[in-house]
T-cell receptor, first 115, second 111 residues
Framework: GAGVSQSPRYKVAKRGQDVALRCDPI?????LFWYQQALGQGPEFLTY????????KSGLPSDRFFAERPEGSVSTLKIQRTQQEDSAVYLC?????????????FGPGTRLTVL | GQQVMQIPQYQHVQEGEDFTTYCNSS?????IQWYKQRPGGHPVFLIQ?????EVKKQKRLTFQFGEAKKNSSLHITATQTTDVGTYFC???????????FGKGTKLSVKP
């Protein structure tokens, strides 16, 4: 594809609801990353996939957060029982290789608001 | 854990003035990347620096990587209104794939 796409672009959830955020990486990109960006802050790492393998999930803030990439392409970030502190922009990025130094290309993000 | 610090947090300049943002890491970086995020947008890759003491230029933008590979700077000469946005530096920590971002410098340019 032309770039990384994410859906939905905006999501409003009531506290306690579950949400699922989707990321379509650039076709052929091996690595996929999820970041959380709070207002006025830099993106913070959540989790990293190399193909379908989740190699690092050290940034996930709690066990309410779960990510998957079952076929090594599309990824879904799921947040269970959302809390107000989960309100943020969730960014997905992909890179061509599996190494740690490749350029990461970001999607437009999903802005999650938890009421 | 590894931290990347960036200063200043905000910079307001008159169009035509120069602008510099500085980035410091608590640990040695394998490389450093710079991104620009326009208001309401997502981070867009600008450049990657890998070598100690490396200097790269993109038109009015000059990027430097420190000799110890722990600091970096971005300098914009003669700012334009199109330069408005937040500039982030980000480092890879060793073999880890994830980027560690600074908090960014938000640049506003008064015409």
């Amino acid at each position: 594809g032309a770039g990384v796409s994410q859906s939905p672009r905006y999501k409003v959830a009531k506290r306690g609801q579950d949400v699922a955020l989707r990321c379509d990486p650039i076709s052929g990109h091996v690595s996929l990353f999820w970041y959380q960006q709070a207002l006025g802050q830099g993106p913070e790492f959540l989790t990293y996939f190399q193909n379908e393998a989740q190699l690092d999930k050290s940034g996930l803030p709690s066990d309410r957060f779960f990510a998957e990439r079952p076929e090594g392409s599309v990824s879904t970030l799921k947040i269970q029982r959302t809390q107000q502190e989960d309100s943020a922009v969730y960014l997905c990025a992909s890179s061509l290789g599996g190494g740690g130094t490749d350029t990461q290309y970001f999607g437009p993000g999903t802005r999650l608001t938890v009421l | 854990g590894q931290q990347v610090m960036q200063i200043p947090q905000y910079q307001h300049v008159q169009e035509g003035e120069d602008f510099t943002t500085y980035c410091n890491s608590s640990t040695t970086l394998s490389n450093i990347q710079w991104y620009k995020q326009r208001p309401g947008g997502h981070p867009v890759f600008l450049i990657q620096l890998v070598k100690s003491g490396e200097v790269k230029k993109q038109k009015r933008l000059t990027f430097q990587f420190g000799e110890a590979k722990k600091n970096s700077s971005l300098h914009i000469t003669a700012t334009q209104t199109t330069d408005v946005g937040t500039y982030f530096c980000a480092g890879h920590g060793g073999s880890q794939g994830n980027l560690i971002f600074g908090k960014g410098t938000k640049l506003s340019v008064k015409p």
